[in-house]
């Protein structure tokens, strides 16, 4: 039996187009266009898709992570695919670990949307090949580096800012969730850098999972 899909992303010019084209490939018996998160709540609560795509237009890291997990939560078989904009590879890792089944960039091509389709299909997962490209470095730099020591320790204003960037939060989402200003929070990020010899956050992420202050 053929599945079914929604896709939840804007704008309906290319919704409705993508819709099309994959109604011509004969690989799902319905395909529905959700651009708004109140209508993809409602179809998933009535009727859930075996497929779902979910476009990062929609959704900031964070709402796109509660959400994946949400909705794998509450319907475990739907098969969450996700077109992020150049993720870093620890939201891609977070991303599915809770739960989607293909991640695929906006530089992704109609033909590399087909064989994630194919792949999930099989029960597999599928990460593009600029994702996986990128995984790949990622580890490599990983084995090759040496743990990261650092001079001065961390506040604990900034080892509570750092824990909130390894949960993929943004300057603009801590600045909100601790009562203090942007500009606050991006000197405190300055400075996290600057203690932990590190460049971004990748960095960051890896002294907080080397050092156990995460998992």
Known sequence: ???RLTIFDEPLLYTEGLSKLLGQSGIFTTIDICNCPEALKLLLK???PEFLMISSNMLIFTDLYKSVENITSAN???KIIIIGSDFDIIDIRKLFNKGIKSYLDKNSSYDEFIKSIQALLLNEIY???HAKDRMINFISNEQDQSKIHIKDP???REMEILKLICDGYSSKDISEKLF???NTVETHRKRIL???NVKNSVGVVKYA????IID
């Open 180 to 182: 203090i200003s942007i």
């Open 46 to 48: 009535d009727d859930p």
């Open 127 to 129: 990460i593009c090949d």
């Open 209 to 212: 999972l080397e050092n156990h």
């Open 194 to 196: 600057l203690k932990l």
């Open 154 to 156: 961390l506040t604990r």
């Open 76 to 78: 475990k078989s739907i």
């Open 1 to 3: 039996m053929r599945p």
